[in-house]
């Protein structure tokens, strides 16, 4: 079964700086992987989609992520953090053929000026 | 760019009362689901639905809840007899896209 590990629950990080936002994946074959991100009391947007294409996916708002098989991984980065990026992340597996979501526990990230 | 909607927004009932949650999805897609976020949880799935049945469902989806599609554009979710654990916000997805949520309060 296609599972999904966000290492941290919570990731503090100065304005301006990097972040990363881990997440190990679990999978029989070749997954489809997402990240998405819930702002308070809203609704969930899809950040990026990794399908078997590049390795390295790009997204919304200056978000990407690599997919590496050798250690399954599949981090969130971003070069310089926002304080409009503070917000939940989910790291997300699909399963196969039917696009049935599995999603991660979350990270809370929080920005501070 | 098409978007799921959902309404209502947020819905209050008294626990034993039936509630429904409507959703439409984005309309030339054929697999359609239900996803529900208990507060500070992660998001859990309830049911797929496919070509007018559902094609799977998680052991949270129990007797109590049933899902169909009156019409060719409207997906609901329906709670026969609410429980106060069934407070949570409840995500309709269209494939990788979700609607906004309901949020149900069960008093």
């Known amino acids: 079964a296609q599972s999904v590990t966000q290492l941290d629950s919570h990731v503090s990080v100065s304005e301006g700086t990097p972040v990363l936002l881990r997440c190990n994946y679990s999978?029989?074959?070749?997954?489809?992987l997402f990240w998405y991100v819930q702002h308070p009391n809203k609704g969930l947007q899809l950040l990026l989609k990794y399908t078997s294409a590049a390795t390295l996916v790009k997204g919304i708002n200056g978000f990407e992520a690599e997919f590496k098989k050798s250690e399954t991984s599949f981090h969130l980065t971003k070069p310089s953090a926002h304080m409009s990026d503070a917000a939940e992340y989910f790291c997300?597996?699909?399963?196969?053929?039917?696009?049935?979501?599995?999603f991660g526990t979350g990270t809370r990230l929080q920005v501070f000026p | 760019e098409p978007e799921v909607t959902q309404t209502p927004s947020h819905q209050v009932t008294q626990m034993g009362q039936e509630v429904i949650l409507r959703c439409v999805p984005i309309?030339?897609?054929?697999?359609f689901y239900w996803y529900r976020q208990i507060l500070g949880q992660k998001v859990e799935f309830l049911v797929s639905?496919?070509?007018?049945?559902?094609?799977?469902k998680s052991e949270i989806f129990d007797d109590q809840f049933s899902v169909e599609r009156p019409d060719g554009s409207n997906f609901t979710l329906k709670i026969r007899s609410t429980k106060l654990e069934d407070s949570a916000m409840y995500f309709c997805?269209?494939?990788?896209?979700f609607g906004p949520g309901t949020r149900l309060t069960v008093l």
């Open positions: 999978s029989s074959y070749s997954p489809s």
């Open positions: 639905f496919y070509n007018n049945e559902i094609s799977e």
């Open positions: 997805a269209s494939k990788k896209f």
């Open positions: 997300v597996v699909s399963e196969r053929n039917t696009d049935k979501l599995i």
């Open positions: 309309s030339n897609h054929l697999y």
